[in-house]
């Protein structure tokens, strides 16, 4: 129902189709093969379930911060989860919890921030006219949309929606009898994921496809933006990870629905033994992580790609150590698969094993603090110019460091004991994956608005965005560290029953409060977003004199990308302030033989090479069978 | 992702297109029927080093229905090479016993299920017994969608839409039989050696 919503407000902005058929409403709106399109789609229905999403949290946060005030005004909203005393109902408090991870992990920041810009961005940098199959990326956005609509639907059942925290973990979400929501609601939250994992296959299998087949001449491994290199290694992760998690699913449905016993045992329901005899609790937790832990990275990596982007760009530097933050990333990538059972560390495992993890966990560090530094040596005496893309893609950089620093305490499998399930880590891991995609989101938004809509967003607006929304990201995420460490275990209703979090109730009230304020500041995103859609400065080509190829495009690219032949690429995207230069920019469609007051000695032997790129075929995809 | 660090290393210019395009979807599908797979397996062998697992005699019919399948594999490649050489009523004819094979498999699996009952394993209970009707039953599941696969290559095969020159279908068709095939080879011998 959202992306219908979105369908159509997009649907208002004309948009001109130069060369090719003309399609009728809903081949051009709705059921579109078009990646610009599919990509729009992404980001309208990424951004309603944003709102969604981000309002549950300060429902809940409300509630923890002031818990004996009267919520009676939410009961429009609530209806019968609000108490007749104006009191939240404890139980949807759990489902409030549980729809907001679900939602914010899957929903916006893996569907919108990398649906949006792997879709938006891969065929535009690579030099593509779509996808490699613009039928399953089509596929690919209306299961995602059918897993929104169910998953939407269970927020209004009687029962609530789902409410064994995100990571749904057994027995709790195996059996109807625990909690309300264990039964419909988890129900419509599997059969959900299960749409959305084959969404996320579809769409992560066409991004690979179109990477490493439909480059342009000359647009070797080594030229490809930074931003598509993080898609590609997104979306391999996706590929292995999600069938994971289909597998652990299906397993849970079993047990659900037909009464096998993969994950029950010994449960005893008001002193009645279930019939379920055999199954581990903890087989589902190893599935689970599997994928979890990659899904951390499917979710940061697009947001670290996009600031890589802006950040040259907007520092007008050459990205610093672009193999460096290749291989960081592929570092990563590969130890995201081997470190997932230090989210485990307390569900007695072996000590050695949990040694092992911690030290493959810490080894993370290492690739991460690479691309922190890589970054800050990029900035460093640049001439920054800080457009609202730049600010969030520093104000990422901040928090990638500043959560990032609370992982290493955290992957320490003694002081996990302590820290498991607190406020620790919810801070940590909001910091570091949730606030700094979110920034990397808003930072793509920015920078690539003009190129999807052809209008510029007001940047006023933009940077007062930021810097509330950064802002009020510390104040609520660095009191919460303490709040952690005094011992506040996540996922509880409320704290006034117990002595040790007596004092800290001033703190939860100011954590609410800037959450209250964040929440605000984004109201200003959405009114400039839209707003902007339709009412913008018309942008110019190319409005942050980048050097990629999207710029080379029509202001409002049609179908196909580029009117006429494809350009081909001679040169890196990051030839920012070259000494000799007219300008401080070469786009990479500029042959070296026509810079040669800038090349360098071994560009210059490349010259003798744009003979053989020019003669390669042209790779367009229109122009052959497909 | 090793793949990927080959290619970076090349020294360009080179051609950009390496392969075809629905080729290449049709083997990163095939990654992700491993990784089911794969964590399935590994969900089996931790759930079984636990302890309390029931352990039971695979039924003899499993072994034939393996063989229905191998049989399979060679008719389906007897096809692929008939229509590489534009022998068109052999390649119907291959395909057809591909097909059929195909649907006997899925048939012994069934019998092998009844027995299964008949020995007192049943889908509910022991992880044992859970595991072994999920293993069959996901293969299955993807046995179907082989022969969906199949039936539009037979259509092509029989409106003489299948030839040399026109290989793409047949090659997927191919791919993914063999897949199929090995994928259950594979799932057999992992049941036989870990039951």
Redesign the interface.
């Known amino acids: 129902m959202s992306a219908i919503v979105g369908a159509e407000s997009i649907h208002e902005h004309a948009e001109v189709h130069e060369h090719h058929h003309s399609q009728n409403f809903w081949q051009k709106y709705i059921f579109s093969e078009d990646h610009k399109m599919i990509a729009k789609q992404y980001l309208i229905t990424g951004i309603v379930w944003a709102v969604i999403g981000i309002s549950m949290s300060v429902i809940f946060r409300i509630q923890l911060g002031m818990p004996d005030s009267n919520l009676s005004w939410l009961k429009p909203i609530l209806g019968q989860w609000i108490s007749d005393s104006g009191k939240l109902d404890p139980n949807f408090f759990l489902a409030l919890v549980t729809m907001h991870g679900t939602i914010m992990v899957f929903f916006v920041l893996t569907a919108g921030l990398s649906g949006t810009f792997s879709n938006f961005l891969i065929p535009l940098q690579i030099g593509a006219r779509d996808m ?2 613009g039928f ?1 990326n089509m596929l690919s956005y209306w299961f995602f949309f059918l897993a929104s609509i169910i998953m939407f639907a269970s927020i209004f059942l009687q029962t609530g929606p789902a409410a064994g925290g995100w990571v749904i973990y057994p027995p709790l979400s195996a059996l109807p009898q625990s909690h309300p929501g264990s039964g419909m609601g988890m129900t419509l939250w599997l059969t959900s994921m299960a749409f959305f994992i084959v969404s996320q ?1 579809l769409g ?3 991004y ?3 990477v ?12 490809l933006p930074l931003t598509i290199w993080a898609f ?2 997104t979306a ?1 992760l996706g ?6 998690l ?3 699913v ?2 849970l449905i ?1 047990d659900r629905h ?5 994950y029950l045992s010994d449960i005893y329901i008001n002193g009645e033994a279930l019939p379920n ?4 609790p903890i ?1 589902f937790q ?2 689970f992580w ?1 994928l979890g832990h990659p899904e951390v990275y499917i979710v940061l990596l697009p947001g670290l790609g996009i600031t890589s982007e802006v950040i040259a760009t907007n520092a007008r530097k050459p990205i610093f150590g672009y193999r460096a933050m ?1 291989a960081s990333m ?1 570092g990563i ?2 130890l995201a698969f081997i470190v997932w059972a230090h989210h485990m560390f307390v569900t007695g495992m072996n000590p050695f094993l949990g040694s092992v993890f911690m030290f493959l966990t810490l080894i993370i560090a290492v690739p991460s603090a690479v691309k922190g530094f890589n970054y800050i040596t990029t900035l460093w005496r640049g001439n920054i110019v800080f457009t609202p893309g730049m600010l969030f893609s520093i104000g990422l950089v901040s928090l990638f460091v500043s959560g990032g620093l609370t992982g290493i305490i955290l992957g320490n499998s003694a002081l996990d004991i302590q820290l498991h399930d607190t406020y620790f880590v919810v801070a940590h891991f909001h910091l570091v994956m949730g606030a700094a995609s979110a920034f990397g989101l808003f930072a793509g938004v920015y920078h690539w608005f003009p190129k999807m809509f052809g209008r510029m967003m007001n940047p006023t607006l933009g940077q007062l965005h930021f810097w509330m929304t950064f802002i009020g990201i510390y104040a609520i995420f660095i009191p919460m560290h303490y709040v952690g460490i005094a011992g506040f275990p996540r996922r509880y209703y409320q704290f006034t029953s117990y002595d040790f979090t007596h004092k800290f109730m001033d703190m939860n009230l100011f954590i609410t409060s800037a959450a209250i304020f964040s929440f605000t500041a984004q109201f200003i995103f959405l009114w400039n977003f839209f707003y902007s859609i339709f009412k913008g400065k018309v942008a110019p080509q190319n409005p942050w004199k980048s050097n990629t190829l999207e710029w080379t495009t029509p202001i409002i690219p049609g179908h196909g990308n580029w009117e006429g032949e494809i350009p081909a690429v001679y040169r890196w995207s990051y030839d920012y302030s070259k000494p000799g230069a007219k300008e401080d920019f070469i786009p990479q469609n500029i042959p070296y033989s026509q810079t040669l007051e800038s090349n360098f000695p071994h560009e210059n032997e490349l010259i003798a ?1 744009e003979k ?2 020019e003669a ?2 042209f ?1 367009d ?1 229109f122009k052959s069978a ?1 | 992702m090793e793949n990927v660090q080959q290619l970076n290393i090349k020294e360009e210019p080179e051609e950009t297109l390496s392969m075809d395009p629905v080729k290449f979807i049709l083997w990163l599908f095939l990654v992700t029927i491993v990784m089911l797979f794969a964590s399935q397996s590994s969900a089996y062998l931790v759930r079984r080093a636990e302890g309390n697992w029931l352990e039971f005699q695979m039924p003899t019919i499993f072994w034939y229905s393996t063989g229905v399948l191998l049989l399979s594999s060679v008719s389906m490649h007897w096809a692929y090479i008939m229509a590489k050489k534009d022998q068109f009523n052999q390649l119907k004819l291959a395909i057809s016993i591909t097909f059929a094979l195909g649907l006997i498999f899925l048939a012994m699996q069934f019998e092998g299920w009844k027995n299964l009952v008949d020995m007192n394993v049943y889908f509910v209970g022991n992880p044992s017994g859970s595991f072994f009707y999920v293993f069959t039953g996901l293969h299955g599941f993807h046995i179907i969608s082989g022969l969906l696969v199949l039936i539009f290559a037979m259509i092509a095969a029989f409106r003489l839409k299948v030839s040399a020159k026109n290989m793409r279908q047949i090659q997927i068709c191919v791919t993914y039989w063999h897949f199929l095939d090995l994928l259950w080879v594979y799932l057999f011998v992992f049941l036989l050696t870990f039951n």
């Open positions: 490699a199959s399953m296959l992560g299998i066409n690979i496809t179109t490493i087949n439909l480059r342009t001449r000359g647009m070797s491994f080594d030229r590609l290694i391999v590929l292995i990870s999600f069938p994971v289909l597998s652990s299906l397993l079993m037909f009464g096998t016993s993969f005899v055999g199954g581990s087989l190893h599935l599997f290749i592929l990538a590969f090479s053989d790129i390669q075929n790779n995809q497909h």
